[in-house]
């Protein structure tokens, strides 16, 4: 627990004067970058928050635990709305925080750590009384932030022990490894990726390690990995397939960074006249309900989507309430095993197939 | 326009005490009534809307045009977060209003009215500026809510005109009616619908009234047309289509209230052995992703998601903003014709096959 602890005791209390002086500011302005962040300049707000993190100011020092102050209300800022890889999480993340009596608001990023840290300030301006966050990458701003605020914040769709906030989640890497170890040990060594953009986006960089990892273990060259790094979408899955297949050397299995970058592959290598998984495997990541939908259904990892939206929603809970320290909680995400990944021809003993143009070696 | 207008002088203004003096509460409960409704037991509550709503009280009254008061956020209540039925309109509804200086915060209802209403006063207590609703249908308390408030509210995923509040939508009625028209056009006379709940869903009950004006239209029989109404969801979807198939007079054509429900079907169906379009034709209403991934690709209505999502940002911005009344926008909702949906078999001169044991008639 490296979260400043918001009910115990302090020998010295540093005040709202003592951030003042140290800023150089009125305690007005000190108060109003507290609270409406966003009518503050920004050079002034930098100020005070680094006052702030320099004397460990806590505003609501000690009140955190009156129900009084308390506003029942739960934030939560996600990449992004579409394609439903946060949905049914989220969902039960929702339906959990009702069950313990408070309201979620939802706000989307974009994968835009700029727009994350306008809505984490304005979460909180609007009277949050804990977030929840995607993934652990983010400006240690953030969280001198949210500790200045007393604002308890749980991370999740990622776990890490070390990280600064506490996470319920599940081990994006090894997951990923396990199903590029699978693809390996049928036969497999042309792999290739299909990658969101891994700046800021640690579950996708850790998705690619994974594979890079498994290859490494199987005496594979993992330089050899080629990742084509894309925005989620049906599309640039599509688009990124193409480039892939028509390169010199074509990959036997496609290794996608979520379900719908891989159901747009899927769907490329249909129009290219690619047997799937003849010709070619493909996989994704997340197990929403895209991948049963895809012909033919997606092997992929799947997300304890509902279990993770479940234990998250009971751990801010028991973290806002109470006080109580944050429980990190891993969840195991497995492999769902269906028919879009299989041995490659050449190891099954069939012949060798390509569309016209692509074949090379 | 019927929301009461907040920047126009009015004759006589009703003050705070006046509120108090007809609720018999103090002002403080009418102010606590107002700011935090979840705070102020249920009774008192209604006692103090009724004399807001009795009296025309409007706390925010000639204040709405003060920029100092916008907190720069706009609220949205959407029925759920779960399959993407609203992710790409709500993406679009949040880009336009970025591109406006104002931040999105989300909240789903579970498609339940009372979690709606707790929502929307959730909301305006955390200083929401206005309000994106889904649908015309709540109940009146929650307009004089607002009203009282001064809160503009636009609605979206249906059109209006008579409604409560401004619509930013499209006529459901309408666009399924014009996809029935064209399944009868093409000789199908054995129509079923798997629809969501009806009741408090105008978007579903209006589609169920298109396809059964198509019917009437044709002079077929639209009492004989079976309804299986069951929540959104992919599994939900199959298990109807598997009760509409072991009917006496199975249908040839089964119309889904949307694509999630359609793509189950589908599913469905080829678990089934049935032939789609051969044996059965099967359409879906949204056009989200899921509908071209399908196979085979998904006959359904286009909504219009981004510019809805684009036009509805724009329009209440100005609401917000410029105190502007509102703009209902009607766009249009158009087919998008694709391989699920053709003549059937019989009409094409090929042989009827059913799989065993459902083969009647």
Redo the contacts between chains.
């Keep these: 627990m490296d979260r400043a602890p918001t009910d115990a005791p302090r020998l010295t209390t540093p005040t709202l004067q003592d951030v003042a002086a140290r800023a150089g500011v009125s305690t007005a302005t000190v108060s109003r970058a507290l609270n409406f962040p966003?009518r503050v300049a920004a050079a002034t707000r930098d100020r005070v928050m680094q006052a702030v993190a320099d004397l460990g100011y806590s505003p609501n020092f000690g009140a955190r635990a009156m129900a009084a102050r308390r506003?029942?209300?739960i934030?939560a800022i996600i990449p992004?709305?579409?394609?439903?890889i946060f949905?049914?999480g989220?969902?039960a993340f929702?339906?959990g925080l009702?069950a313990e009596g408070f309201?979620?608001?939802?706000?989307?990023s974009?994968y835009s750590a700029a727009?994350e840290e306008?809505?984490i300030r304005?979460?909180v301006?609007?009277?949050a009384d804990g977030l929840l966050l995607i993934g652990h990458e983010r400006d240690r701003r953030i969280r001198d932030f949210l500790d200045a605020r007393g604002i308890p914040a749980l991370v999740t769709w990622a776990f890490d022990a070390n990280a600064a906030h506490p996470s319920v989640g599940f081990d994006n890497r090894a997951a990923m490894r396990t199903l590029a170890d699978r693809a390996i040990e049928m036969g497999h060594s042309r792999l290739a990726m299909i990658s969101a953009d891994t700046v800021g986006n640690d579950r996708a960089a850790e998705r690619v390690a994974g594979v890079r990892k498994a290859m490494a273990a199987a005496g594979l060259d993992a330089a050899d990995l080629t990742v084509i790094v894309t925005p989620y979408g049906?599309d640039n899955g599509g688009r990124a397939l193409a480039q892939l297949m028509a390169r010199d050397r074509a990959p036997t299995v496609v290794l996608c960074g979520n379900d719908?970058l891989a159901?747009g592959a899927l769907?490329q290598a249909r129009l290219m006249g690619l047997d799937v998984p003849g010709d070619l495997s493909i996989t994704g990541f997340d197990d929403i309900?895209?991948a049963?939908?895809?012909?033919p259904e997606l092997t992929t990892v799947h997300v304890p989507h509902r279990k993770m939206g479940a234990e998250a929603a009971r751990v801010l809970a028991r973290m806002v309430r109470d006080g109580a320290p944050a429980e990190a909680v891993k969840l195991p995400a497995d492999l769902r095993m269906r028919a879009s990944l299989a041995p490659p021809r050449a190891r099954r003993g069939g012949p060798r197939m390509w569309w016209p143009g692509a074949s090379r070696r």
Excluded at 103 to 108: E, M, N, P, R
Excluded at 292 to 295: G, Y
């Design positions: 966003d506003t029942n209300t934030g992004t709305m579409e394609n439903a949905a049914r989220l969902q929702q339906d009702r309201t979620l608001l939802v706000a989307s974009a727009e306008e809505q304005t979460l301006a609007r009277g049906i719908v159901v769907r309900e895209l049963q939908v895809a012909v």
